[in-house]
C-alpha cells in the first residue's frame, strides 16, 4: 500500500474555485488531468490552506487551532485520507528550479501587425463572455485594486473568499495570477445589469488585462503577427461583416512594439506539422490561410460548405498537401469524431449538473450540448452557412489550427467536427431561447469544461 504524504500538498495540476451556488458558498478542486470535480466545506479549505508541503499532521492540527478552524484530529486525518484517495495530493514542498536567466525569444518590435481584414467588434454588453468561463485570470496588483474595491462594493461573497490561487492551494510565485470566484457562474463582479463593476467604478483599463485584451488571440508565423477574434462569444459572429465598434488592435498600431507590453505572441511552429508524417514551413501556412480565407468569405462560393471543406483540406494533407483548391467532401468520416465528442459531452454534463447551480450558464450550454447530440441527427441537421464560413476563416488567417499543439489535419477534423455539433445544437428542441450562435457557446465550452482532448485517441494522419 502506497504511504500517505507525511506533508501534504495540494497538487499544484489542481484548481481551486471559489463558487456561490444557490446562496450557498462552494471550494471546487478541479484535476486538469483527469476533469475530476471535488467539493469540499470553506472551513476544509482554510485547513487545505495551511498544508504547504511543510507541515506534518500534528502541524496541522496546531495551525488549525490558530486559526479557529481545528475539531478533531481525526477530522483533519480523514480530509487529508480522502483527499489523498482522490489522488490529488502530493507530498513536500514543491521542487522549484530557478534557471538562469536568458535571453527570451520575443517577436521583434517591428514586427508587423495583420488583423483579420475588414473585422470590426461591436461587444453587445450583455456579459456572456464573462459568465461562460471557470476562470478569470487577476494579476497580484489587478486583485489588490479589485479587493479595495470590494470594501465598498455589495458583492455576495466573503472578501476572504474573493481570490484563490490559479493553480494549487498556495502561490508559490508572489507574480502568479489569481482566479476570482464566481456566483452562479459569474464572474464575482459582473453586477446584476450584466456589466462589471471594476469597469463600471474604475474605468476599462482598470479591468484585468485578460479582460482588456479579450476577444484578440495575437500569432506569431515569422513574417506577421496575425490577430484575429477567439470565436467564443457570440457578439464575433454578430460583428461579422458589420462597421460597428473597433479593430481588434488600437488606431494605429501596425508593429509589435504598438501592442502593449504584456501582449505575447503565440509563435507557430517551425516546421507546421501537416500530419505525423508531413511537415511545411510557415511561408507555405501564410499563403494557405490567405487562400482559405478568401475561398472563404469570398463571393464566387455562397453556399461552400465549411465542414465539408475543413475535412478535404485534412485529407489532402495526407499525402502531404497544403492547399485550399478542394472540394468539400463528405462528412462520413466524421462519425467517430463525433461518438468521441458525445461519450465526452455526456459526461461533462453529468458533472456539471452535479454541482453547478440552476442559473449557470455552464451547465446549461453542457446539458445543452449532451442533450443535442441524443437527440438530433447530427449530420442531418441544416447548415448555418454564414457563421460556419467566418468560423473557419478566421482561424485559418489567425494561424489558430496550427498552435494548438497538434496537426493542422487533427485540428481541421475537430473544427469540422465542432461545427456539426453546433449545427445539432441550433436544431435540438432543449436549445435556450435567448441564447444565439450555438458556436460560440460550444467553443467556450470545449475550452472551459474540459473537452478539448476528447478526439486525442482518434486516428489524425
Not at 478542486?29 to 467539493?39: P, R, S
Not at 476562470?135 to 479595495?148: G, K, N, T, W, Y
Not at 455552464?362 to 448555418?384: E, G, K, Q, T
Request: with cysteine; proline share 8%; hydrophobic share 40%.
Amino acid at each position: 500500500m502506497t504511504a500517505r504524504p507525511h506533508r501534504p500538498r495540494l497538487s499544484s495540476r489542481i484548481e481551486v474555485r471559489f463558487h456561490i451556488v444557490d446562496d450557498e458558498e462552494h471550494v471546487v478542486l478541479l484535476d486538469t488531468h483527469t476533469q475530476q470535480v471535488l467539493e469540499i466545506s470553506v472551513r476544509d479549505w482554510h485547513i487545505l490552506e495551511q498544508a504547504d508541503g511543510s507541515r506534518d499532521l500534528d502541524a496541522l492540527c496546531l495551525a488549525a487551532t490558530r486559526l479557529g478552524f481545528y475539531r478533531g484530529e481525526s477530522e483533519i486525518r480523514q480530509l487529508l485520507e480522502e483527499l489523498d484517495d482522490a489522488g490529488v495530493l502530493d507530498d513536500g514542498l514543491p521542487h522549484i528550479t530557478r534557471a538562469p536567466p536568458v535571453p527570451v525569444d520575443r517577436s521583434p518590435k517591428d514586427r508587423p501587425l495583420e488583423p483579420l481584414p475588414g473585422f470590426r467588434l461591436y461587444c453587445d454588453g450583455r456579459g456572456t463572455c464573462c459568465r461562460a468561463y471557470g476562470s478569470v485570470p487577476f494579476l497580484p496588483e489587478e486583485a489588490l485594486r479589485a479587493r479595495v474595491h470590494a470594501q465598498d462594493a455589495s458583492l455576495p461573497i466573503a472578501r476572504s473568499l474573493l481570490f484563490a490561487p490559479l493553480r494549487g492551494a498556495q502561490r508559490d510565485d508572489a507574480s502568479e495570477p489569481f482566479a476570482v470566484a464566481l456566483v452562479q457562474g459569474r464572474c464575482a463582479f459582473l453586477n446584476l445589469n450584466n456589466l462589471c463593476d471594476l469597469h463600471s467604478a474604475l474605468g476599462h483599463d482598470k479591468k484585468p488585462f485578460a479582460c482588456q485584451a479579450y476577444p484578440a488571440v495575437y500569432v506569431d508565423d515569422g513574417v506577421a503577427i496575425r490577430v484575429s477574434p477567439t470565436p467564443e462569444c457570440a457578439c464575433i459572429f454578430d460583428s461579422a461583416g458589420g462597421h460597428r465598434g473597433s479593430g481588434l488592435v488600437s488606431p494605429g498600431a501596425t508593429r509589435r512594439e504598438h501592442l502593449h507590453e504584456m501582449v505575447e505572441p503565440r509563435p507557430v511552429p517551425d516546421p507546421v506539422p501537416l500530419t505525423e508524417r508531413h511537415a511545411t514551413d510557415r511561408a507555405a501556412l501564410r499563403c494557405w490561410s490567405v487562400s482559405v480565407h478568401r475561398r472563404l468569405l469570398g463571393e464566387r462560393e455562397p453556399d461552400l460548405d465549411a465542414p465539408g471543406f475543413a475535412l478535404a483540406m485534412a485529407a489532402a494533407m495526407a499525402d502531404g498537401a497544403l492547399s485550399a483548391d478542394v472540394a468539400p467532401t463528405s462528412l462520413e468520416a466524421l462519425r467517430p469524431w463525433v461518438q468521441a465528442f458525445r461519450s465526452r459531452a455526456e459526461d461533462v454534463a453529468e458533472t456539471q449538473d452535479a454541482w453547478r447551480g440552476a442559473s449557470d450558464l455552464s451547465r446549461h450550454v453542457a446539458r445543452w450540448i449532451s442533450d443535442a447530440l441524443r437527440d438530433a441527427d447530427v449530420f442531418a441537421a441544416p447548415p448555418r452557412p454564414e457563421t460556419e464560413r467566418f468560423y473557419l476563416a478566421s482561424l485559418a488567417w489567425g494561424h489558430r489550427v496550427a498552435t494548438g499543439g497538434r496537426t493542422l489535419a487533427h485540428g481541421l477534423r475537430d473544427r469540422a467536427t465542432r461545427m456539426l455539433v453546433a449545427r445539432a445544437m441550433a436544431s435540438s428542441p432543449s436549445r435556450p431561447a435567448a441564447l444565439s450562435h450555438p458556436l460560440a457557446l460550444l467553443e467556450a465550452a470545449v475550452r472551459n469544461l474540459g473537452i478539448t482532448g476528447y478526439a486525442d485517441e482518434l486516428d489524425s494522419r
